[in-house]
């Protein structure tokens, strides 16, 4: 990880600005056992030190605000990549679900297709053995009862003679 000097170089741009404000405020620095003169050119050449010093922290600052925007805007990115898989995501399962319902769907139909065919042929097979059992037993003994149950058969092929 990189070092950041962006602190250290706003606590000496602070140090700096006080020690500009003492030196440009006094011509002399007295103190208990020795005394320190300043000349004009000291004072000027510390303040145009410490101008840069704040320049440079200023331009630090800046540099970190736009680093800080653009993390903030990969993160956006990042979260807005993301949602847009978790859609994705989300909507490949539905697709695969609605696939599922669908041929679920397929499969009820064709067995109630075949169900309904499987009915209707025995209910064709019910009605021909009825007719075939009338047939033999007017045939072989043909009476009124016989001839009525005949009837009735033949009457039972002409109504249903389309649908069987």
């Given amino acids: 990880m990189p070092i950041d000097f962006q602190p250290f170089v706003a606590i000496f741009a602070t140090l700096l600005v006080f ?3 003492v030196v440009l405020s006094y011509d002399t620095l007295e103190f208990t056992s020795y ?3 300043l000349p004009q050119w000291v004072s000027l050449l510390l303040a145009a030190v410490t101008f840069f010093t704040v320049a440079v922290d200023q331009v630090l600052r800046g540099f970190i605000r736009v680093e800080e925007i653009q993390r903030r805007a990969e993160e956006v990115q990042r979260n807005a990549e993301e949602a847009e898989f978790r859609t994705r995501q ?3 399962i539905a697709e695969e679900e ?6 679920e769907q397929r499969r ?3 067995r109630y297709r075949s169900a309904e065919e499987a009915e209707r ?3 064709r097979a ?3 053995a009825g007719c075939r059992a ?3 037993r007017f045939q072989l003994e043909p009476s009124e009862d016989h001839r009525r149950q005949l009837a009735a058969v033949l009457a039972l092929l002409e109504e249903y003679r389309q649908t069987l």
């Fill in 98 to 103: 609605q696939r599922r319902i669908q041929e």
């Fill in 35 to 37: 005394r320190i003169v």
């Fill in 90 to 92: 989300a909507n490949f």
């Fill in 19 to 21: 020690l500009t404000g």
């Fill in 134 to 136: 009338g047939q033999i």
């Fill in 121 to 123: 042929a025995a209910r």
């Fill in 126 to 128: 019910r009605i021909e």
């Fill in 108 to 110: 009820v139909r064709e």
